[in-house]
Nanobody, 121 residues
Framework: QVRLVESGGGLVQAGESLRLSCVVR??????????LNWYRETPGHNRELVAG???????NYARWVNGRFTISKDNAWNILYLQMNNLKPEDTAKYYC?????????????WGQGTQVTVSS
């Protein structure tokens, strides 16, 4: 199984920065993580992709990120980060870590519990 635990959210003012972390715990050798992503969700809206990183290190970002955020991971694939700079009030959301898992006999995704980011104007 793969368990994800996010942290690093909080209340900041517009223009400030935050770094989110996601600890990735894999409890079985039968599973491997193929990709990790950050999503965000606001009330009344669908969860949307913020950024993703593959096992090989290839990154992708939502168009609206516009260079403000950087996704990264440690080499051991144990921690995922999202560095968020120049935050805007519209970035206020709950941010979720997501893993794409090859479980051997099946492929699935799993989610963390989320961390709230609030940006005041």
């Amino acid at each position: 199984q793969v368990r994800l635990v996010e942290s690093g959210g909080g209340l900041v003012q517009a223009g400030e920065s935050l770094r989110l972390s996601c600890v990735v715990r894999v409890s079985t050798t039968a599973a491997s993580v193929d990709g990790l992503n950050w999503y965000r969700e606001t009330p009344g809206h669908n969860r949307e992709l913020v950024a993703g990183i593959s096992a090989g290190g290839t990154t992708n970002y939502a168009r609206w990120v516009n260079g403000r955020f950087t996704i990264s991971k440690d080499n051991a694939w144990n921690i995922l980060y999202l560095q968020m700079n120049n935050l805007k009030p519209e970035d206020t959301a709950k941010y979720y870590c997501n893993a794409e898992v090859d479980g051997g006999d099946r492929y699935y995704t799993t989610w963390g519990q989320g961390t709230q980011v609030t940006v005041s104007s």
